[in-house]
């Protein structure tokens, strides 16, 4: 059965990052109606220990992300969120990405139309960087990054880094502080760290 994508895409005004995953999990798994919604994924403990200093920054109780804390960030420091994948099959009734067959991959071309100012994208995963590698090789050359490198692309007169980051996912098996250091460099590059006071 097909699934749809529940939320579209986050786009703050000053966009500065895209940030895309793949696809959300399972309702069954979400403990708030936005991105990076399971409690076992730590983008949320990544972004709290960078720019706050606290993994459990936005916690509002021991198993529930805040989504108001998480959508304030976001336009605070003007990070968008979205998913490669629109519409998806999931072959297995699981969070993995290795189950996903893509059937509708995201319109970049109206994604980048509504943040003008958004010089970077940025994916989680190996899923989400071969969906988007199918998409932007219809119109640019594109060469993929190491994890927690980058490269460059033009679309629609603009240039902009690619960045190819680690999973947030617990299923990679990395510490948190190590996966922390790797996506520090890459809001550094983009001039959103250190947080302005």
């Known amino acids: 059965m097909r699934e749809v994508h529940p939320w579209g895409f986050f786009l703050p005004e000053q966009t500065k990052l895209l ?3 793949s ?11 936005f991105y990076y919604p ?3 994924n730590d983008m949320w403990r990544i972004l709290g220990l960078l720019f706050f200093a606290d993994k459990d920054y936005f916690l509002e109780a021991p198993r529930r992300f805040s989504e108001a804390k998480c959508k304030a960030f976001c336009r605070e420091v003007g990070l968008a969120l979205g998913d490669t994948a629109m519409e998806v099959v999931r072959q297995r009734g699981n969070a993995s990405d290795k189950f996903l067959e893509v059937t509708r991959p995201l319109d970049l071309d109206a994604v980048l139309a509504e943040i003008p100012t958004c010089g970077a994208v940025s994916v989680t995963g190996q ?4 969906t988007l590698l199918d998409v932007l090789r219809t119109q640019a050359e594109v060469e993929e990054p190491p994890v927690g490198s980058s ?6 007169g603009r240039e902009i880094k690619l960045f190819r980051m680690p999973s947030s996912s617990r299923a990679y098996p ?3 502080t190590e996966k922390a250091a790797v996506y520090q460099r890459m809001f550094e590059s983009v001039g959103m760290f250190p947080p302005k006071k």
């Not at 490269?151 to 629609?156: C, D, K, L, Y």
């Open 127 to 130: 899923k989400a960087m071969d």
């Open 38 to 40: 399971n409690i076992q």
């Open 23 to 33: 696809f959300p999990p399972p309702r069954a798994r979400w403990s708030m109606d």
């Open 19 to 21: 940030m895309m995953g």
């Open 151 to 156: 490269s460059t692309f033009h679309w629609a």
């Open 174 to 176: 990395k510490p948190l």
